[in-house]
């Protein structure tokens, strides 16, 4: 599962996600501005332990995490949330993230040779993002 998961990814490609973070409850300007940068994604793994940082522009946020156990996530949009990551296969991962209160959101990560699919749904919204591998 590592040497297709590690990695640096850059976004390439979006679709629909004024939409979706309009659905989490971003303001229009946060919308506009989130919209406005290409985060890099970079993964890396020691032992059981996985590390994901996402940085733009406008800020960086890092988890650590295993694969299945819940952990404690300050979303960029600054909401608290408890967030579990599981493995589907060798190169999916589903990741849930609950607020106290608000909507669940669902992302998966499909990892492939030379990109990164992530599709986020929250209500009945869903945006999809593309990352190339760099």
């Known amino acids: 599962m590592q040497d297709?998961?590690?990695g640096k990814y850059r976004l390439s490609k979006t679709e629909n996600f004024d939409a979706f973070l309009a659905e989490i409850g971003l303001g229009y300007i946060k919308r506009k501005l989130a919209q406005s940068t290409s985060p890099e994604i970079t993964i890396t793994r020691d032992g059981d332990r996985w590390t994901m940082v996402t940085s733009?522009?406008?800020s960086t946020s890092e988890i650590t995490f295993a694969l299945g156990e819940d952990?404690?996530?300050d979303r960029q949009d600054g909401v608290s949330v408890t967030s579990n990551i599981s493995a589907d296969?060798?190169?999916t991962w589903t990741q849930?993230?609950?607020p106290g209160d608000g909507k669940d959101v669902t992302i998966v990560?499909?990892?492939g040779e030379r990109e990164l699919r992530v599709t986020?749904?929250?209500g009945g919204v869903t945006a999809?993002?593309?990352y190339e591998r760099i």
Do not use: C, Y
Request: glycine share 4%; no cysteine; proline share 4%.
């Open 89 to 91: 296969g060798n190169t």
């Open 128 to 130: 999809n993002r593309v």
């Open 4 to 6: 297709v998961i590690v």
């Open 56 to 58: 733009s522009a406008l």
């Open 96 to 98: 849930t993230q609950k």
């Open 71 to 73: 952990f404690p996530e």
């Open 120 to 122: 986020s749904t929250v």
């Open 109 to 111: 990560r499909e990892f």
